[in-house]
């Protein structure tokens, strides 16, 4: 089975160093900062970007995953360079995708920059980390710009439902976040006014389930991610991921689902459990006989192009 993930966060020195900042460690580089804080949290230093995009090849490899959106998951420019770097060195296993701020002010210079360089395939939007709206003109602003300077159809991510950071809780971070910003409706209006812009909501709405399969019954252009474990479920009595996946398949179909574990640090690497749960639970959809396949890669292909790159047995 050739499997393409389409969910995976590249924790770079950058991305530590902008958490040691947070945490008030004293860190004269970024790889200061990433030493400090991975070591205060028990995972593995990322080493340089060119080392952590090898390292990312070589997990992808043993547990046989063709390719790989990564994340930058901080609104810095480091970490939106750390990724394109990434990318630029391994371009027939990765998607480039990252993180903004609309409120900022340098938002959309650094998405014209990242765009225009990188030729990124994604842009994350987290409403509820960030406090805005998705009906704020900042955001309209930044969509406008996606579509004007992406090299090739842009993706546009948008976190809903339930956000909790464990790297944060480690931390000892506080993480105010207000979910009511990040509802599935308010994408549809989005998605509806940019309707040759694709928008992926990822962790099927994460406990906005009804909501996240209406907006994107109602719109051709919003698709869903599967990522993660989902532990959004115990919101929903009775709801196992077959459930879930069976409904789905059953207003959209699989060209519009797209697979996700997640997968963020090491030693962990890319979470093969997370792979194995959905193809199981996929197997079990009877009425759609190629759903693992179209899942796993299909709609990855279909948004992110296909590169011709087939892993060896």
């Not at 004293?26 to 230093?45: C, F």
């Not at 480690?170 to 509802?183: A, V």
Request: overall charge negative.
């Amino acid at each position: 089975m050739k499997i393409h993930d389409a969910h995976c966060h590249f924790f770079s020195r950058a991305f530590f160093a902008a958490l040691a900042r947070e945490t008030g460690e004293p860190a004269a580089t970024h790889a200061d900062g990433a030493t400090a804080v991975t070591s205060r949290l028990g995972w593995d230093d990322p080493g340089t970007d060119d080392d952590l995009a090898d390292r990312w090849v070589a997990a992808l490899d043993t547990h046989h995953v063709a390719r790989a959106m990564l994340i930058a998951s901080v609104p810095t420019q480091p970490a939106i360079e750390a990724v394109g770097a990434a990318v630029t060195r391994h371009p027939h296993r990765f998607v480039g995708a990252f993180m903004v701020d609309p409120t900022r002010p340098e938002t959309t210079e650094l998405t014209e920059g990242a765009l225009r360089a990188w030729g990124f395939s994604c842009v994350c939007l987290f409403p509820a980390m960030h406090h805005y709206a998705l009906d704020d003109a900042r955001v309209s602003a930044l969509v406008d710009t996606i579509e004007r300077h992406a090299t090739r159809r842009a993706a546009v991510f948008v976190h809903c439902g339930v956000l909790a950071l464990g790297v944060r809780k480690k931390l000892g971070l506080p993480s105010r976040f207000d979910i009511r910003r990040g509802r599935p409706l308010d994408v549809l209006a989005l998605a509806q006014r940019y309707p040759h812009v694709p928008f992926v909501i990822p962790h099927f709405g994460a406990g906005f389930f009804s909501d996240a399969l209406m907006a994107a019954d109602l719109a051709s252009n919003i698709y869903l991610d599967t990522s993660s474990s989902n532990g959004w479920t115990r919101y929903h009595p009775n709801l196992s991921l077959a459930d879930v996946l069976r409904q789905t398949l059953a207003v959209l179909g699989p060209e519009r689902l797209l697979f996700g574990t997640d997968s963020s640090f090491f030693p962990r690497g890319w979470q093969r459990s997370v792979w194995r749960d959905q193809a199981v639970a996929l197997e079990d959809c009877a009425d759609w006989p190629d759903a693992v396949t179209r899942v796993m890669t299909g709609t990855f292909e279909f948004l992110f192009g296909s590169t011709g790159f087939e892993l060896e047995d």
